[in-house]
Every structure is written in C-alpha cells, then in structure tokens.
C-alpha cells in the first residue's frame, strides 16, 4: 500500500508557473502525474521510473518537468508556460511496470488530487 499527498496546486495567468509535490509512503516502480479537467477523462501528463527515466505527454512537452527526490520520497511537477488549457485537478499516482508507461491501469495507488487553474 502506498499512500500519496499532494500539495503545490492554486491560481495563476498564463505564462505563469506552478510546482506541485507529492509526499509518498513508498516507492513503486513508476510514479507519474495526470490531470483531469472537467467533463473530459483523466489523462497522463507524465511519468518518472526508478532509473529516472522520464516520459512526457505531447501537450505539455517543453514547458512541464518531472522529478522526485528519493531521500524524502517526493514526487514534483514542475509547470511552467502554463495556458488556460491545463487548468484541471492534478493527481499524483504510483504504478507497475508496463506499456505504455502513461496507461492508466498500470497505476494502482492514487491521491486526492490538486486543483491548478489558469486564468487568460
């Protein structure tokens, strides 16, 4: 069982930046962070394995950057160049190996999410 907590959401313009953390109790294989926005289904954003191997979505390549600090078990999202777009709650989850890495069955630990909103 692996708890999750995440912290770091809010209000921001475009252009701006936000970092979010996720506090785990463990550390699976692979860690990674969706989004869902409303009235759409919860979609990868990225993900981060045990080698530091990193994979991201397409829409926010670039401007988004994923890492974690295995000594005090935390997972961050970086954001930066941010667009009303990504306005969505942020979920931080823990997973099995697996492809495609951002499938979301392959991830069985889930947090109660972060709200990030963007404002034009």
């Not at 979920?91 to 709200?115: F, K, N, V």
């Amino acid at each position: 069982q692996v708890q999750l907590v995440e912290s770091g959401g809010g209000s921001v313009q475009a252009g701006g930046s936000l970092r979010l953390s996720c506090a785990a109790s463990g550390w699976p294989y692979r860690m990674a962070w969706f989004r869902q926005a409303p009235g759409k289904e919860r979609e990868g954003v990225a993900t981060i394995d045990r080698a530091g191997t990193t994979i991201y979505a397409d829409s926010v390549k670039g401007r988004f950057t994923i890492s974690l600090e295995k000594a005090k078990y935390t997972l961050y999202l970086q954001m930066d160049s941010l667009k009303p777009e990504d306005t969505a709650m942020y979920y931080c989850a823990a997973g099995r190996s697996g492809w495609p890495p951002l499938y979301i069955r392959l991830y069985d630990y889930w947090g109660q999410g972060t709200q990030v909103t963007v404002s034009s």
